[in-house]
Structures are given as C-alpha cells and as structure tokens.
C-alpha cells in the first residue's frame, strides 16, 4: 500500500518560515492535502489539491507538490499555529485514503 | 452550517461488537459520500473506510486493519452514517471520527468531533 512519510517534529521562531514535508513515491502525480489538529480537537482541512485554500483559511498557509515530495508552508508563524499536521492522498489504484504520520509543529 | 455528530462510542471488550453513528445536518446528506477516520490514543490519524453516495453506487471500500470486521452503511432518510465494528480488538481502541466528502473529491473538509472507543477487559 501507499506510503507517506512525514518528519516526526519540526520547530520555527515567531514571524519565520515553517516547511512541513510529507514523502511518498511520485506524490507529486497525485493530490496532497493537509490538515491541522490541536489538541483535543478535530482535524481541520488547511489546503486541498496541494495549494488550495479552504476559506478561512490565512493566506500564511500555502502548498506544493512535485516530484517525491509534497510540502506544506506556514509563513509569518504564529503561536497559533502550533499543532500537529497531517497529509493525506487516495491511493486510486486500492481505492483507499493514506495519511502521513503526522509532524508536530512547535512554535519557540 | 455542516455538522456531524458522532454516538454511540464506549467501553467494549475484546471481541465484541459496537455500531457508531453519525448524524449529519446542514447539507444534502444523500448527495455526499461518508468516511470515517480513527485515531489511537497519542497516535495519528488512520483512515478507516468510506461509502459512497447513492448516485455513485452506495457501495464501500475499507483500510485492510479492519475488512472483513467493520460494516459502513448509511441511511439518507434520517441524514445518518453507521459503522458497524464486529470482533473488536485492543488495537481499535480509538477516537473515532466521521467526515464528509463530494464522491469525486476524496479530502475530508467536514469533521464531526469524534468518539471515543475503548476495548478492553
């Protein structure tokens, strides 16, 4: 079955630059989305299609996907955004949802 | 304003059997697929199986950690989705969350709150 791979933690400053990775075999022919979860919460989709934004969604959030590599964008980051985030893909050939093992992010 | 909301979780021993439901309002129930998605204790998020829409054929597709065990059906006269979990196992100790999709879409953009199942002796 499919497999992504996303880091275990990643860690940014205040107003930096936060880049989530998420590995899978030739991602970047299928579409990755994201979601953020806080704890206690439910997940909530922050891109879809690999760079796009649910509304209200902060424009700080962006996305890519190309090659073996999908990556989520958190610019400006704020205290808020610390949580875990996952990727997701349907694996079209098992007809089934995969999702990465999840990052932490922690805000400094 | 979509919202599901999950019952019927609780404390269950190994090799029983649970049915969750999901009841679903402020969108056209019949016209969306319904998945439903786990996650264990301190663990990540784990898809568990989903069933279309009517319109694509009602039928359904599971995660290999619980075919042949777990039973997705949804009724679109009352806008509820079940999962029907047989011969529980320690490992499905869980929250467990329903979503929402179009068919043709396959991300989750609307969650329920989850709930919680514990299997145990």
């Known amino acids: 079955s499919y497999v992504l791979t996303q880091p275990p933690s990643v860690s940014v400053a205040p107003g930096k630059t936060a880049r989530i990775t998420c590995g899978g075999n030739n991602i970047g022919s299928k579409s990755v989305h994201w979601y953020q979860q806080k704890p206690g919460q439910a997940p909530v989709l922050v891109i879809y299609?690999?760079?796009d934004r649910p509304s209200g969604i902060p424009e700080r959030f962006s996305g890519s996907n190309s090659g073996n590599t999908a990556t989520l964008t958190i610019s400006r980051v704020e205290a808020g955004d610390e949580a875990d985030y996952y990727c997701?893909?349907?694996?079209?050939?098992?007809?089934?949802?995969?999702f990465g093992g999840g990052t932490k992010l922690t805000v400094l | 304003e979509v919202q599901l909301v999950e019952s019927g979780g609780g404390l269950v021993q190994p090799g029983r059997s649970l049915r969750l439901s999901c009841t679903a309002s402020?969108?056209?129930?019949?016209?969306?697929?319904m998945s439903w998605v786990r996650q264990a204790p301190g663990k990540g998020l784990e898809w568990v199986g989903f069933?279309?829409?009517?319109?694509?054929?009602?039928?359904?597709e599971y995660a290999a950690s619980v075919k042949g065990r777990f039973t997705i059906s949804r009724d679109d006269s009352k806008s509820i989705a079940y999962l029907q979990m047989n011969s529980l196992k320690t490992e499905d100790t869980a929250v467990y969350y329903c979503?929402?999709?179009?068919?043709?879409?396959?991300?989750?953009?609307?969650w329920g709150q989850g709930t919680l199942v514990t299997v145990s002796s």
């Open positions: 997701q893909v349907w694996d079209s050939s098992s007809d089934i949802g995969v």
């Open positions: 402020g969108f056209t129930f019949g016209d969306y697929a």
């Open positions: 299609y690999d760079s």
């Open positions: 069933i279309r829409s009517k319109a694509y054929g009602g039928t359904t």
């Open positions: 979503t929402t999709h179009l068919d043709y879409t396959y991300y989750f953009d609307y």
